[in-house]
């Protein structure tokens, strides 16, 4: 997490690209990553986790000014599920193709553009 302090936007996008190429590398990983009632107890507490550090990434960058405003931790959940599309429908492109999906969100996400539509209650795991 001290690079997340350091350096707000690499942990964010050192993070982004490294999730994306174990789904990648790994489809089982991919699954589960999208669909976090599988797996067992111990694997839900670790993606757990690893959402609870996703947050505290976000939540640095926000903090630094260095991503729109109105990012929030679904919109990186978001790219894995796209991610995840590509894999399904030819994981072959998929590996020639994520690098610009990743690069084409994390643009986004770093915009001054117009604000985003709310975060949808599906998404939204802060609640939980």
Request: overall charge negative; hydrophobic content about 45%.
């Amino acid at each position: 997490m001290a690079r997340s302090q350091d350096d707000p936007w690499g942990a964010l996008t050192s993070y982004t690209h490294f999730v994306v190429e174990r789904q990648i590398a790994d489809r089982a990983f991919a699954e589960v990553l999208s669909s976090p009632g599988l797996g067992t107890a111990a694997l839900r507490e670790d993606l757990d986790r690893t959402y609870r550090d996703l947050q505290a990434i976000v939540q640095n960058a926000l903090d630094a000014k260095v991503v729109r405003p109105d990012m929030h931790c679904s919109d990186l959940l978001m790219l894995f599920r796209a991610v995840n599309g590509l894999i399904a429908a030819d994981a072959e492109t998929a590996t020639a193709a994520w690098p610009r999906l990743v690069a084409t969100f994390l643009a986004a996400w770093r915009s001054d553009g117009p604000p985003l539509p709310p975060v949808s209650a599906v998404w939204d795991r802060t609640e939980a």
